[in-house]
């Protein structure tokens, strides 16, 4: 079955079928003109002897024309000269062979048209002879004109069975070379069927080994015909092929690039909604949509209901839509835009951007300003109040006047440290600080610095301790810059430590660099405010803190010099248990 489906198959039985109709309507005509042709070939020669005969009878004696006559005649054929029913002259052989009556063609009408006319006559008859099947006989009568003698004829006559014979033997012939040049078409549409599709079936295996990818393969080129001029265009095919899918791949891996290191989400919707292309961020969006919906991990191919709106109203006004939606706690903006394909829009692609960062910076920068304005305001306030105490003489006693104007002195120098530390502060978190690196002898620093809070450490009943034993001898780093570090986690922990607590600073050393920590027993720091102390302006409850409360700039500012050492500041705390305050300074600064 598998032959006849193939390119050989189809081509053999075309030559054989076109062949054999050629073949089988020639062999047709050739046996019809064959048949004829001896037909015609024993009438013009029956003819011929009979006008023979007819000539020798009128010329010779009548005994030696007859000789003559009988000796004319082959082995198939007879004659009968007939002058009247009573004078007739049969062939020698004719009794055997025919035995006809001299009435068959005296009572024949066609027959004795020759007596009658004195013209040739044709015919053929069937006659059935003694002991034999119906013949057919081809008759031909010929007029003699004898003086001194009534007019006769020369009938002259063959069977036709003996062109029958004659006939099937051209057919047997005919057939049996129609049959070898059969044979010898169905080898010969083979064998070319066979070399025409030799380089078709390189070409498909070439074409099976493209669609696997192996775009190298090529086509030997053998002919210099149509054949071959088409393995010169399918090389030059699988090499452009190649070239294009190559470019292509390289697109795609741009592509994937690009999308995948961008910042921003980016979705691709088909024309009815469905996502086709997503990049990480963009992941991580639906994903943290999808928790927010039902608490488990992407599971379908839905997006939040705002985005298909934007999609929808994108699609239908053809024009780019602008959202905003909230999704865990992060702000996010959704950009989507039409998608077109030539003049008809295809689907839409929404870039997803988290402006969680930009709408946390504005909110810093609406609290700095409340806050600033806040902690200007109560010391502008005092002043203001007691200044115009002065003035309008209220403050009666010199005493009275010394004491308001220690109030305004306070207050000023509080003012100025605070603006001293914001712009300390916004020169650090603009890389602007300048460290100044030296090698210090550790040890006598830090105890240097903790004796200066022993005073008021004593005076509010506060035991401070140190444990510098595991601290090596020297270290570098920016003294007075870390000597500002110490002095405000240390003032912080007296601010927030209770009557006979405890405060413990410890320092030591390792392979990677200096670890100092700040404990204090107390009051702590309650869980929801430990991720902001290091923020601008943060303070802690002022009803647990002790006496006069800071800027709120202290630990910010401290977080930036740690940071400009590469190092990290960090806090622990609980609440009635105390805090404890750890940065770490590394041995490399680069």
């Given at each position: 079955m598998m032959f006849w489906r193939s390119v050989v198959g189809k081509l053999w039985f075309t030559f054989i079928l076109l062949v054999s109709f050629v073949l089988f309507i020639l062999t047709v005509m050739l046996l019809e003109f064959f048949e004829n042709y001896?037909?015609?070939?024993?009438?013009?020669?029956?003819?011929?002897?009979?006008?023979?005969?007819?000539?020798?009878?009128?010329?010779?004696?009548?005994?030696?024309?007859?000789?003559?006559?009988?000796?004319l005649l082959d082995d198939v054929t007879e004659a009968m000269i007939v002058y009247n029913k009573d004078e007739y002259y049969a062939s020698p052989n004719m009794k055997e062979t025919l035995d006809l009556p001299v009435e068959f063609f005296l009572d024949d009408p066609e027959l004795?048209?020759?007596?009658?006319?004195?013209?040739?006559?044709?015919?053929?008859a069937s006659f059935t002879a003694s002991n034999k099947e119906d013949s057919q006989l081809l008759i031909i009568g010929v007029p003699i004109h004898q003086a001194g003698k009534d007019n006769g004829a020369v009938f002259i006559m063959q069977s036709l069975s003996v062109m029958e014979e004659t006939t099937r033997s051209t057919k047997k012939f005919i057939l049996l070379a129609a049959g070898v040049a059969i044979i010898l078409t169905t080898i010969f549409a083979f064998f070319l069927a066979t070399r025409i599709n030799a380089p078709l079936r390189k070409m498909k295996?070439?074409?099976?080994?493209?669609?696997?990818?192996?775009?190298?393969?090529?086509?030997?080129?053998?002919?210099?015909?149509?054949?071959?001029?088409?393995?010169?265009?399918?090389?030059?095919?699988?090499?452009?092929?190649?070239?294009?899918?190559?470019?292509?791949?390289?697109?795609?891996?741009?592509?994937?690039?690009?999308?995948?290191?961008?910042?921003?989400?980016?979705?691709?919707?088909?024309?009815?909604?469905?996502?086709?292309?997503?990049?990480?961020?963009?992941?991580?969006?639906?994903?943290?949509w999808y928790f927010e919906q039902d608490g488990k991990s992407r599971g379908s191919e839905e997006v939040p209901s705002k985005v298909m709106e934007l999609f929808q109203?994108?699609?239908?006004?053809?024009?780019?839509?602008?959202?905003?939606?909230?999704?865990?706690?992060?702000?996010?903006?959704?950009?989507?835009?039409?998608?077109?394909?030539?003049?008809?829009?295809?689907g839409a692609v929404a870039v997803v951007r988290d402006m969680t960062e930009e709408r946390q910076l504005d909110k810093l920068r609406q609290d700095f300003i409340a806050?600033?304005?806040?902690?200007?305001?109560?010391?502008?306030?005092?002043?203001?109040?007691?200044?115009?105490?002065?003035?309008?003489?209220?403050?009666?006693?010199?005493?009275?006047?010394?004491?308001?104007?220690?109030?305004?002195?306070?207050?000023?120098?509080?003012?100025?440290?605070?603006?001293?530390?914001?712009?300390?502060?916004?020169?650090?978190?603009?890389?602007?600080?300048?460290?100044?690196?030296?090698?210090?002898?550790?040890?006598?620093?830090?105890?240097?610095?903790?004796?200066?809070?022993?005073?008021?450490?004593?005076?509010?009943?506060?035991?401070?301790?140190s444990e510098f034993e595991k601290l090596e001898s020297h270290f570098s780093f920016d003294g007075d810059r870390i000597e500002q570090v110490l002095t405000n986690l240390i003032d912080n922990a007296i601010r927030h430590?209770?009557?006979?607590?405890?405060?413990?600073?410890?320092?030591?050393s390792d392979d990677k660099g200096i670890h100092v920590e700040v404990f204090n027993t107390?009051?702590?720091?309650a869980e929801e405010d430990l991720p902001f102390v290091f923020e601008r302006f943060y303070k802690g409850d002022k009803a647990r803190t002790r006496g006069r409360s800071g800027t709120g700039l202290g630990l910010a500012i401290a977080k930036n010099i740690i940071e400009g050492h590469k190092g990290?500041?960090?806090?622990?705390?609980?609440?009635?248990?105390?805090?404890?305050?750890?940065?770490?300074?590394?041995?490399?600064?680069?």
């Open positions: 001896h037909i015609d070939e024993a009438e013009d020669e029956l003819e011929k002897t009979a006008y023979r005969i007819s000539h020798f009878l009128e010329d010779q004696e009548e005994s030696i024309g007859l000789q003559i006559s009988w000796e004795y048209g020759v007596f009658k006319n004195d013209k040739m006559v044709k015919k053929m295996q070439a074409a099976f080994e493209i669609a696997r990818g192996k775009f190298d393969t090529k086509v030997p080129i053998l002919t210099n015909d149509e054949i071959g001029e088409l393995a010169t265009a399918f090389n030059q095919m699988g090499r452009q092929l190649k070239f294009n899918l190559n470019a292509l791949s390289q697109e795609k891996e741009q592509l994937a690039s690009i999308l995948s290191s961008m910042v921003d989400g980016v979705i691709t919707f088909n024309r009815d909604g469905t996502i086709l292309i997503t990049n990480p961020p963009a992941e991580r969006f639906l994903q943290d109203l994108a699609v239908d006004t053809e024009k780019e839509q602008i959202g905003e939606i909230s999704v865990q706690g992060r702000f996010w903006v959704i950009l989507v835009s039409p998608l077109y394909n030539n003049k008809f829009i295809r806050n600033v304005s806040h902690e200007l305001r109560t010391p502008i306030s005092m002043m203001q109040g007691y200044s115009e105490a002065i003035v309008d003489g209220i403050a009666a006693s010199p005493e009275e006047v010394m004491e308001m104007s220690r109030v305004i002195y306070d207050e000023s120098l509080r003012m100025g440290r605070l603006v001293n530390e914001l712009l300390d502060l916004a020169r650090m978190e603009a890389g602007h600080i300048q460290l100044v690196i030296s090698e210090i002898e550790v040890k006598p620093y830090f105890e240097r610095i903790i004796r200066k809070f022993h005073g008021l450490a004593k005076e509010k009943g506060i035991l401070l301790q430590t209770e009557d006979n607590g405890v405060i413990k600073v410890t320092g030591y107390g009051i702590g720091i990290n500041i960090s806090v622990h705390s609980k609440e009635g248990l105390g805090t404890t305050f750890s940065f770490f300074i590394p041995r490399k600064m680069k």
